[in-house]
């Protein structure tokens, strides 16, 4: 006889109320099977484990054994020869009792299956399944000494998963869950050890008029993307200026969209002549050419040291370089990948920590390791692996970009600890 194929999922409340209303006619095991197309022995261990126990009323049999005839007596305590009487509809098939015709008379211990109650009771076992961890002491050890040392210098756990995907093997998400529940506190790692999720607030001060009043027109937000809508390959920059203090210094940082690559220059005025000077030395060191396919479109925000945009486009020769677009005021967001970008700036960088000492070979040492962190959005490659494959390795080079091992990552001040000592 050909043998059923079954669907080897797991039973649903539906085919549970079907193996119920079988019982109720007496249907057999098998033929409950074939209807809700599952192999006899589910039906089966669904019904003895599932079933409900009634037990019988003692008072007027308190013995039941098959053996009292031949016995004579009523068996006291434990007897080696006590054996209750079969029954084949609740020992055999279906298993239980449900609308047996002798329920009301049966001196028997009887057993009742419910659908609803059997599937409650299948659900909170598959919750009390699901709790706890699924490692053993042996493999947490194994995996908190890999995440331990990262952890430590900064990285995120999505950043340590994808440079040890193989060895750790477990999802980004249930190893957050062993981290924020406390499995590697043994090796000093708890919630405080991951990075922190920073949110923007809505600045709600007042900002102080301008002297002069910068002209936008045919460089709004809105021609941003109308220019990517006739566009949409084309390459851009994301431009902004990170600072500690109102008087200086200040980092301008520029984010090459495609790549995520993001470079920084060091600053001690916010002006747009200072701003664009770092323009003149890029295309000096970069060439023409180079420069303008790296850098052909700019989008900054609407700062005094951005806003003059025709020292930015023209170089020293009067020649176009680029072209610069602002956003709406007050919508930083618009440029979200450099704003993204700063919280690894603020990791080794944080508010408040003086800029004074800082060169530009710290800033490009900061930038390098920032540039050799995998990123999501990047199938778990770097930014700086994406600017190779895409420039080559001596344009990174020319950018004083260079690949930090993954493990050798560090997203913390102590990577800049040698500036305070200064």
Known sequence: M????CSNKHLTLDERKIIQTGIENGSTKADIARVINKDSSTVAKEIRKHRIKKPRNTYNRPTICIHIRECGKRCIGNCERYEEPK??????????????????????????????????????TLIESREGIGISSKEMLRIGNIIAPLLKKGQSVH????????????????LYHYIETGVFETFGIDCFSLKE???????KGKYKPRKEKADYTGRTYNDFLNLLSEDAEISYVEMDTVMNSLSGPY??????????????????????KSMSDTFDMLQQKLGRNLFTAL??????????????YEMF?????????????????????????????????????????????????????????INSTPRKSLADKTPYEMFVFLYGKETA???????????????KPTLLNHVYKR
């Open 313 to 369: 486009e023209s170089d020293s020769d009067g020649l176009t370089r680029c072209r610069m677009f602002y956003c709406d005021p007050m919508q930083s967001s618009q440029k979200p990948h450099v704003e993204n970008n700063h919280n690894y700036v603020r990791d080794i960088i944080p508010n408040g920590y003086p800029l004074d000492k800082i060169v530009q070979e710290d800033l490009d040492i900061m930038f390098s390791h």
């Open 397 to 411: 080079d020319l950018l004083n970009m260079s690949c930090i091992e993954r493990d050798e990552v560090t997203l």
């Open 197 to 203: 999720q920073v949110n923007r607030k809505r600045f």
């Open 2 to 5: 050909r043998k059923i194929k």
């Open 159 to 174: 950043q340590i998963l994808a440079a040890h995907r193989n060895e750790i093997r477990l999802s980004e998400r249930t």
């Open 295 to 308: 850098f052909p479109v700019v989008l900054a925000d609407r700062g005094a040291e951005f806003e003059k």
């Open 251 to 272: 980092i301008q940082t520029i984010m090459h969209k495609r790549t995520k690559l993001m470079i920084g220059f060091i600053h001690r005025e916010k002006t747009s």
């Open 87 to 124: 029954c084949r509809r609740r020992d055999v098939s279906p298993g239980a009792c449900n609308k047996c015709d002798k329920y009301s008379k049966c001196h028997l211990d009887r057993y009742i299956y419910n659908a609803q109650r059997a599937d409650e009771a299948y659900r909170q």
